[in-house]
């Protein structure tokens, strides 16, 4: 498969994947925590802009991750 890095174990693929893991899965736990947490305020608050905001913060939280 892919053979270890000598001095610190995994490779730059396996980080990588590692790391995009991470990210993901917190991103997607802020977009479920939130739109659970909002799901009674449809209609009272303006949504679009929350749920822009909420994926802005997904995408920024998987882009920290990935870097």
Known sequence: MHKKNPHNGL????KWVLATTLGEVLGLSILALASTAF???????KTD?????IGTL???VLGFFQW
């Not at 799901?39 to 608050?45: A, D, N, P």
């Not at 802009?49 to 905001?53: E, H, Q, S, T, V």
């Open 49 to 53: 802009a929350i749920l822009l905001l």
């Open 58 to 60: 997904q995408g920024v």
């Open 11 to 14: 490779i730059l693929w396996e």
């Open 39 to 45: 799901h009674g305020m449809v209609g009272e608050i």
